[in-house]
């Protein structure tokens, strides 16, 4: 079955997105070049931006429930830009450190809307192909990100921020196009006022973090998230200490993103038919084994089939744990139950990374390796064992206590009551 058109505009725009958003390694590189801050501050600069990121999860998952995934997307980018060429512009520390904890926020809210967005726009059984071919665009678009902006920040600097603003008003213009949200049947679905609709978002943040199964997944999502992110941190380090190359290890990460690009639509053909949490053990597993093996690592070669195994688990990961979820989440509730996901996973910037270099400074690279396969092997471990947990089976997550309260949780009209509808409003 063919993806709808709705799909595709949502996908390009994504893409379009991720390709002009400025990564945080770049925003350093342009903070210091042009000397608008101290190298002291630029630190708390990029940490405001992270700290952007982990609040959009939660956030930005209620309110996309809240008003529908796709008015999210389309209001959030047209501020991205204008904060984006503020960010051009703006040269005293404080407005710096604002702007960058807004920024840092919206370019992050959309993603638990875009997933809300497609279990909106495709069956049920096709959310993990449509999942997997959407994270391919945010791929691409992370991965010709930084050869946007390193020419960029050579040629002239402010155009970062231009290309910035553009990208996300393309976004909001393709994601306008796509069908609108379902509206409440009734005036009485709606939330009676400001205070009764941020009621209902902060009920609906903290229902994922009430069901066992979710809360040892989203526990086991952070600290596998604490393993990979060491990709950020340590990693490229120890390959430093090796001897390679600076080019030698974008040639090393080179090969994760094309594997990814050309793995991730396969996962859901190969893994389709396997219980829900087997996926999550086999990828716990490919990334212990992946970031273990760096222990024997040596050199190019070897650091690049230590990048192969931790890849293969990451492809695993991404498409099949929003499938976890979406099939969990009770009707109207899909994008903040993918918001808790992305918490739990933005959380380990915050922690994993920083945590890994401190440990690899105090202890070395190799007794880190070493630790983080046993970190890995318990995760895995934890996901086998989901199944024993109340909530396991899809479909069995209770309903919201007040299914009368959000815009999104109400039934359309004429539609069949939510019992029966899985996780969308839109089918």
């Given amino acids: 079955m ?37 190298p002291g501050t630029t630190p ?23 008003i529908g995934p796709r ?10 830009a204008v904060m984006a060429l503020l960010f051009g512009v703006a040269d005293h520390v404080a407005a710096l450190c604002a702007l960058s904890l ?3 926020f919206l370019s992050a809210v959309d993603r638990p809307a875009g997933a809300g967005l497609i279990s909106a726009i495709v069956p049920q059984e096709q959310f993990s192909k449509a999942y997997s ?15 946007v902006s390193g020419f960029l920040l050579e040629v002239s600097p ?43 978002a902060a009920r609906g943040i903290a229902e994922p973090f009430r069901t066992p199964v979710l809360v040892a997944f989203l526990l086991l999502t952070f600290l596998l998230a604490c393993i990979y992110l060491q990709v950020n941190s340590a990693l490229p380090l120890d390959m430093r200490d090796s001897g390679l190359t600076t080019g030698d290890i974008g040639f090393v990460f080179a090969v994760n993103a094309v594997l990814s690009v050309l793995l991730l639509p396969l996962v859901p053909r190969l893994v389709g038919r396997l219980r829900a949490h087997v996926p999550l053990i086999l990828a716990a597993g490919f990334m212990a084994l992946g970031f273990g093996a760096n222990v024997l690592a040596d050199g190019m070669v070897t650091f690049t089939l230590a990048t192969v195994l931790w890849t293969l688990g990451e492809v695993l990961w991404a498409p099949m744990s929003a499938t976890f979820i979406a099939d969990r989440a009770p009707a109207g509730r899909t994008s903040t139950y993918q918001g808790s996901y992305f918490f739990a996973w933005n959380a380990a910037f915050v922690v994993g990374s920083p945590a890994g270099l401190a ?7 190799g ?3 070493l630790s983080v396969l046993g970190l890995g092997l318990a995760v895995a471990l934890g996901f086998a064992l989901l199944p024993r947990l109340t909530g396991f089976a899809a479909g069995t997550v209770p309903a919201p206590e007040s299914e009368t309260e959000t815009e999104s949780d109400a039934v359309p009209s004429g539609a069949v009551p939510s019992e029966a509808v899985p996780t969308s409003d839109l089918r």
Wanted: glycine share 10%; with cysteine; proline share 6%.
């Fill in 44 to 66: 708390l600069v990029v940490a405001l931006f992270g700290a952007g990121v982990v609040l959009s999860g939660l956030v930005g998952g209620a309110v996309a429930d809240l």
């Fill in 359 to 365: 440990f690899a400074h105090a202890h070395g690279y």
């Fill in 102 to 104: 807004i920024t840092g």
């Fill in 158 to 200: 402010g155009a970062l921020f231009v290309v910035w603003a553009v990208s996300s008003l393309v976004y909001a213009a393709l994601v306008f196009a796509v069908p609108a949200d379902p509206q409440p049947a009734r005036d009485a679905d709606r939330p009676a006022g400001a205070a009764a609709a941020l009621k209902s």
């Fill in 2 to 38: 063919t993806l709808p058109k709705a799909f595709w505009l949502l996908w390009c725009g994504q893409t379009a997105s991720r390709l002009g958003t400025l990564a945080p390694a770049f925003l350093v590189l342009y903070l210091e070049q042009n000397g608008r801050v101290a």
């Fill in 133 to 147: 071919l959407f994270l391919v665009g945010f791929n691409i678009g992370m991965s010709l990100s930084p050869v």
């Fill in 71 to 80: 008015r999210t997307i389309v209001a959030a980018q047209p501020v991205t």
């Fill in 367 to 369: 007794p880190l390796w």
